[in-house]
């Protein structure tokens, strides 16, 4: 069964601080990883996309890696701040058909 | 460019009652996908919409569906509300609505059932 699994549930880091998130996932065949940060009360913004042949992907301060033979992603957020308070979603497609995994994120809280 | 909106923002309902969400997509997009989102389940696929067809459905009950109108827009209908059906729902527009596609979100609507 194609799952996907994030840790930790939750998290609260100083602003300023660096932190990572992960997702390990089973999905088979893969096709591509996303992450995507969701501010409460918005949808989903896709913060990076991976491949298989990729391994690492960054938009600004946000870093993402990928495991493609342990299964496992990484989001590390650097020097963060404020706004970088939401929820982190890790979501695996499969590569048949339209297969989207979604794990149930991370929220994120940074505090002053 | 405008995104992706939906409507209404908040529903509430009371349980028995049918409901029916809009989604308008970023201009150009010819795929929706509808989502559920609840704090114990995350975000789940509902179906996927391209051109006026329902391409890809996921695991809910056919008091779930949806339908497309030439200009993309899609709408989301709900019958015989139960209580389990309070959420968020999320509707995402696409070029071509395939995985590598970026999808772009709406805010959701958040449905409530009393």
New interface residues.
Partial sequence: KNQVEQSPQSLIILEGKNCTLQCNYTVSPF??LRWYKQDT??????LT?M?FSENTKSNGRYTATLDADTKQSSLHITASQLSDSASY?C?V??NS????N????TSLLVTP | KAG?TQTPRYLIKTRGQQVTLSCSPISGHRSVSWYQQTPG?????LF?YFSETQ??KGNFPGRFSGRQFSNSRSEMNVSTLELGDSALY?C?SSFW????D???????TRLTVL
């Fill in positions: 096709s591509n009360g918005r949808g989903p913004v896709s996309i491949t979603i979501v497609s499969a058909g339209y297969a989207l979604f794990g149930k994120g | 992706v389940q995350g975000l789940q696929f996927e391409r890809n999320l995402a609505g395939s995985t590598a970026t999808q772009y979100f709406g805010p959701g």
